[in-house]
Each structure stands twice: as C-alpha cells, then as structure tokens.
C-alpha cells in the first residue's frame, strides 16, 4: 500500500505553516536524554514538565519506550532493553541526569553515562531533583542549569571509582556489542493512542526502537486550555521526527479509505513532511491487526455486539457471510473455471503460456468479445501458423498480413483486424520499453499499482483486463505482488452483474465494483473475481438465472432486473 495514492487528501489537513517555521529552525528545541533512576518513576511527569520548562525536549528512556512493555516483549532481557535505551539517547543533543540529593546512581544509569561519553564525548548536566519524596527543585520557573554540569573529566573520574567489574560487563554486554537498530517514528491517528504500546511492542519484535511522540511528549504540557492544538506541539514533533530512520504509520487498512478521512493535523502534517523532505520508500503503513490488538485480532471475542463488530471492521453481517459463501465455493468449483489449471485449455496451449510470458501478454490482449477458452488459446495457434513466435518478427509485420493470419478458417478471434493492431503495437511496445520480455513489465518487485498501470498502456487491455492479468500472475504463475490488496475485483460484465443483482453495489461503475471487493476481501480484492466470473457464467446469466442453484442465494438481495442488459 503506497501512501502517493492518498496524499492529496493528506495535504488538505497539513499545517504548511508548522513546517516552515521548523524548516527555518526559528523555534527549534535541543532533545535532552531525561536519565533517572527507575525507583523515582513516580516524578515522571514533573521531570518532563521541568526540561520543557528551561526550553529543551525532554527525552525520557519511561515515556519512550515502557518500562512494561519494553521488558515484556524482550521476555524479560535487560540487555535488549538497554539497548533501546541508548539508541533513543543516541538522537539526544544533551543527557541529563535527574537524580537523589544522596548521588546514588544505578548499573543502568551508569551504563548511559559510559555510552555517552564514548559517543557523545560531551557533559552531563547532574541534577540534584529528588529530595527523598518531595521535589527539590521548581519545575514552573527556568533556573540558570550551567550550574549542574558534569565535565567529561568528572564523567571519567566517577566511572574508574566504580566497581571494576561491573565497568568491564558492562562495556561488553553494551559498548563492544553491534547495535544497527534503526529509530521508528510512531504515526498514528490522535485518537488511536490507546493502542499505542502494540505499535510500540511492534517495534520491538521486528528490531526497531519505538520513537513514540505520543508518549514521549505527553499531550497535557502543550495542552492546558480549550482552544485549538498549540502550534509548537507540532514543530517539537517535527523536530524528534527528523531524528527518525523510518516512519511506521499504524492504521486499520480494513477501513483505510475512513482513516485517511479522519487524520489529524498532527499525523497528516507528520506523513506530508517526511514524504516530501525525507525518504518515502521508509514509510511502512502497518495494521492494527499485525500489531496484535484485539480490537481488531479478535474482534468477535473483544466486542459485546455485533453492531461493535460492525464498526471495528467496517464490514457489515452479509459482508462476512458473502466473504465465508465465496469460501466455500471457491472449495467446490476448485479449478473448474481455472484458465490455467482447469480443462479450459488444452495441455500444450496452456504450457506454452506458462512458459513464455510475452504468450501470456498476448492471451490478455485476446481475452474479450470471445469465449475464455479461445482468446488464451490463440497465442499457441498463432505460434503454429505463423511458424515462430518472434516478438521482433511480428512487430515487423503489415496488419493486413496479420489481421489475415487471425482470420483464416477456423478464425483465431472474433475481431481479426483489432486484435491484429494490438498484437503488433505489444510487440514494438516490448521491444521499446521492456526489453522484448513481457516479465519485464512487473519484475523487481513492481507494486500491483504499477503492473496494472503498465499493462494498461497496451492497447486493448482495460482496467478490467489489468486487474485480470495481476490476479492472474500471482495467483496461478507464481509472481511475487506483495501489495495483493492493490489487486481489484476485475470490472467484468458477468462480475457487475452479480455485484448489482446481491446488493453489492446500486450503481454500475469501476470505482463501485472495486469498492465492493475491497469489502468482502481487503486484503486481496482480487481473489473475487474467479468465483464471481463462474457464477455469473453458468449461473447468475442474463436472463433466466438459476438462483436455486446459486451459492449466493441466502445473501442476494435478487434485483434480478438488474444486469441483464450491461454491455462490455
């Protein structure tokens, strides 16, 4: 799923303003690594609130990562943990430590100031902050910090007092070990932040560290009045964005056409910005499901009605019942209707197709006005009269020359002069564009976007006809498309009829067809169009259709005046 399809209505919720301020650095802020130890957790907040106080970003190992969380997910390894650690203090411009009158300071604390000084090879400001339960210091009022500074000759000095040993595991188990994590920005819809510890525990099972900005710059301290989202919020969020290696973008793709509709300024400025200043091939759109939340993992079990299950998905009770119909059905007929593994084609025609794709460019080109059987035959009978099947030769060729070819008796196609035109105009578009290799048109994994894009510029082949090639190369050659979601349901007459005649759709059109297959089969609409063209060929047929025998029958809503008259 590429975001380029969906940044104009992106744009329209961008604070274009925000942007250019930070772009200008006019009101930017240093990102402070907020160390403390963890048995003052419970000043978390006040931590934060003094560092944004004195004009810094707060940066804090709790509120980035999640002691829970983080611990959970690494199954209870303190050493991944740490790891995450200093790779979010790695992107800090000054470490802090907030600390005990006492001076005590922690392993995991004295690990960050060894990992400091040796990456960083700058100060620390030690802040005297906890005075047993209380707070020592105001965190309403700027204070002169300079004070606080810790020299890296102080660094050292306290380092060689401690415990040799632990000094020694510590640089082995951190400092001499690898750590190429990269740092994922977290965007996610304003309203999803209660899912926010499954895109971060997400994070961690794949190998990034979580730069959540929901977290780490808690709402409530740009947020203390009724009115319209601090400006600044957001060049803060800018400015830890571009610290960022990738950007992961958590939504429910089930329902992505309403999610995209329901950004807020914050996640569309953050997307549009990183799109157009940053790398868009590191933007990863992830699902909620693939996060593992419930609400959308488990959603018969999470939610009380089934109205909850309705509005988690977006599909409806039919919906799902269409989807487990088509199942089943798709058990029964097996490879009945199968171009390529059913009885369709004869053994050698079928081959010849598998084994050459530029066979298989011409079969698709064929594939309209004639039986399925004839059009994918064509190729090997061309094959056969014409003695060859040499791209070059025929894109050499006079169309009368093959337009005569075609129609000799028994004619190869309905329509001998079009089909002439096409086949020769594919030809010399492979040789220009693709090297003379059909496989071209979608090797080096190709988006399903772009494949149908590409076939389209073929003379004869329509959308309907793309999307056919794309299911068909992934579903029967064994073509690798990893966005199978981007393959639609083909607009093809027996197809609109069906979608029309169940209730699917109320209107004929491509945008409503693709629509309706997005629902019953989000993650590959594409998957319909094989169990719909059967249906629709021996069953659901112009007039007189067999609804008794229809395996759609308890699900359709019987407009049966409808489609009988569409037309290709």
Same mark, same amino acid.
């Given at each position: 799923?590429?975001?380029?399809?969906?940044?104009?209505?992106?744009?329209?919720?961008?604070?274009?303003?925000?942007?250019? /301020?930070?772009?200008?650095?006019?009101?930017?802020?240093?990102?402070? +690594?907020?160390?403390?130890?963890?048995?003052?957790?419970?000043? =978390?907040?006040?931590?934060?609130?003094?560092?944004?106080?004195?004009?810094?970003?707060?940066? !804090?190992?709790?509120?980035?990562?999640?002691?829970?969380?983080?611990?959970?997910?690494?199954?209870?390894?303190?050493?991944?943990?740490?790891?995450?650690? #200093?790779?979010?203090?790695?992107?800090?411009?000054?470490?802090?430590?907030?600390?005990?009158?006492?001076?005590?300071?922690?392993?995991?604390?004295?690990?960050?100031?060894?990992?400091?000084?040796?990456?960083?090879?700058?100060?620390?400001?030690?802040?005297?902050?906890?005075?047993?339960?209380?707070?020592? @210091?105001?965190?309403?009022?700027?204070?002169?910090?300079?004070?606080?500074?810790?020299?890296?000759?102080?660094?050292?000095?306290?380092?060689?007092?401690?415990?040799?040993?632990?000094?020694?595991?510590? *640089?082995?188990? @951190?400092?001499?070990?690898? !750590?190429?994590?990269?740092?994922?920005?977290?965007?996610?819809?304003?309203?999803?932040?209660?899912?926010?510890?499954?895109?971060?525990?997400?994070?961690?099972?794949?190998?990034?560290?979580?730069?959540?900005?929901?977290?780490?710059? $808690?709402?409530?301290? +740009?947020?203390?009045?009724?009115?319209?989202?601090?400006?600044?919020?957001?060049?803060?969020?800018?400015?830890?964005?571009?610290?960022?290696?990738?950007?992961?973008?958590?939504? !429910?793709?089930?329902?992505?056409?309403?999610?995209?509709?329901? @950004?807020?300024? =914050?996640?569309?400025?953050?997307?549009? +910005?990183?799109?157009?200043?940053?790398? $868009?091939?590191?933007?990863?759109? /992830?699902?909620?499901?693939?996060?593992?939340?419930?609400?959308?993992?488990?959603?018969?079990?999470?939610?009380?009605?089934?109205?909850?299950?309705?509005?988690?998905?977006?599909? !409806?009770? *039919?919906?799902?019942?269409?989807?487990?119909?088509?199942?089943?059905?798709? *058990?029964?007929?097996?490879?009945?209707? &199968?171009?390529?593994?059913?009885?369709?084609?004869?053994?050698?025609?079928?081959?010849?197709?598998?084994?050459?794709? &530029?066979?298989?460019?011409?079969?698709?080109?064929?594939?309209?006005?004639?039986?399925?059987?004839?059009?994918?035959?064509?190729? +090997?009978?061309?094959?056969?009269?014409?003695?060859?099947?040499?791209?070059?030769?025929?894109?050499?060729?006079? #169309?009368?020359?093959?337009?005569?070819?075609?129609?000799?008796?028994?004619? @190869?196609?309905?329509?001998?002069?079009?089909?002439?035109?096409?086949?020769?105009?594919?030809?010399?578009?492979?040789?220009?564009?693709? &090297?003379?290799?059909?496989?071209? /048109?979608?090797? &080096?994994?190709?988006?399903?976007?772009? #494949?149908?894009?590409? =076939?389209?510029?073929?003379?004869?082949?329509?959308?309907?006809?793309?999307?056919?090639?794309?299911?068909?190369?992934?579903?029967?050659?064994?073509?690798?498309?990893?966005?199978?979601?981007?393959?639609?349901?083909?607009?093809?007459?027996?197809?609109?009829? /069906?979608?029309?005649?169940?209730?699917?759709?109320?209107?004929?059109?491509?945008?409503?067809?693709?629509?309706?297959?997005?629902?019953?089969?989000?993650?590959?609409?594409?998957?319909?169009?094989?169990?719909?063209?059967?249906?629709?060929?021996? #069953?659901?047929? $112009?007039?007189?259709?067999?609804?008794?025998?229809?395996?759609?029958?308890?699900?359709?809503?019987?407009?049966?005046?409808?489609?009988?008259?569409?037309?290709?």
């Amino acid at each position: 799923m590429k975001i380029k399809k969906v940044l104009p209505r992106i744009i329209t919720k961008v604070d274009t303003t925000a942007i250019q /301020i930070h772009i200008n650095h006019t009101r930017k802020k240093k990102l402070v +690594y907020t160390s403390f130890d963890g048995d003052y957790m419970h000043f =978390l907040q006040h931590m934060l609130k003094f560092t944004q106080t004195n004009g810094y970003l707060p940066i !804090n190992p709790e509120s980035a990562l999640g002691y829970y969380v983080s611990t959970t997910t690494h199954g209870g390894s303190k050493i991944p943990v740490m790891k995450d650690c #200093i790779k979010t203090e790695s992107i800090c411009d000054e470490m802090w430590i907030f600390n005990p009158k006492d001076g005590h300071i922690p392993e995991g604390v004295l690990a960050e100031m060894m990992v400091w000084l040796e990456t960083k090879n700058t100060g620390i400001k030690l802040i005297p902050f906890f005075d047993k339960m209380k707070i020592a @210091l105001d965190i309403n009022t700027p204070i002169d910090l300079s004070q606080y500074t810790f020299s890296c000759e102080n660094i050292e000095s306290y380092i060689s007092n401690r415990k040799q040993s632990d000094i020694d595991e510590i *640089k082995s188990k @951190l400092l001499d070990s690898s !750590n190429n994590q990269s740092c994922a920005y977290i965007v996610a819809n304003f309203f999803n932040y209660k899912h926010i510890d499954w895109a971060r525990s997400y994070c961690y099972h794949n190998g990034f560290c979580p730069i959540s900005p929901q977290n780490i710059m $808690p709402y409530y301290l +740009y947020k203390t009045r009724a009115e319209k989202i601090d400006q600044q919020y957001l060049i803060d969020r800018l400015t830890l964005l571009d610290k960022c290696d990738k950007l992961l973008w958590f939504t !429910n793709t089930v329902d992505f056409e309403n999610e995209v509709d329901c @950004l807020d300024v =914050l996640s569309a400025t953050e997307l549009y +910005y990183w799109f157009k200043y940053k790398n $868009p091939e590191d933007i990863y759109i /992830i699902d909620w499901k693939d996060a593992g939340v419930p609400k959308y993992t488990n959603k018969e079990n999470w939610a009380l009605t089934t109205t909850e299950v309705e509005e988690i998905t977006n599909i !409806n009770t *039919k919906d799902v019942t269409f989807r487990k119909l088509i199942q089943e059905y798709e *058990k029964q007929i097996k490879d009945e209707f &199968n171009i390529f593994k059913g009885d369709l084609l004869g053994k050698d025609e079928c081959n010849f197709i598998k084994s050459d794709m &530029n066979a298989f460019l011409f079969g698709l080109i064929s594939d309209q006005s004639v039986k399925a059987e004839l059009a994918w035959s064509l190729p +090997y009978r061309l094959k056969q009269r014409l003695g060859h099947f040499d791209i070059h030769q025929i894109a050499e060729m006079q #169309i009368t020359d093959l337009e005569r070819v075609i129609k000799d008796k028994p004619a @190869l196609h309905r329509y001998p002069s079009n089909i002439a035109k096409y086949l020769i105009f594919a030809s010399q578009t492979l040789i220009n564009n693709y &090297n003379g290799d059909a496989s071209n /048109i979608w090797a &080096n994994g190709v988006s399903a976007e772009e #494949i149908v894009k590409r =076939l389209e510029e073929f003379k004869g082949i329509s959308h309907k006809k793309a999307a056919l090639g794309s299911l068909l190369l992934v579903r029967d050659l064994g073509v690798e498309i990893v966005d199978k979601e981007n393959i639609n349901l083909a607009y093809d007459i027996h197809i609109r009829r /069906i979608c029309l005649r169940t209730g699917l759709i109320t209107q004929d059109s491509l945008k409503n067809v693709i629509a309706a297959g997005k629902k019953i089969f989000p993650e590959f609409p594409g998957r319909l169009t094989s169990a719909f063209w059967a249906i629709g060929r021996d #069953i659901c047929r $112009p007039s007189d259709p067999m609804c008794t025998r229809c395996p759609l029958d308890s699900v359709c809503d019987h407009n049966i005046y409808l489609g009988g008259d569409i037309h290709a």
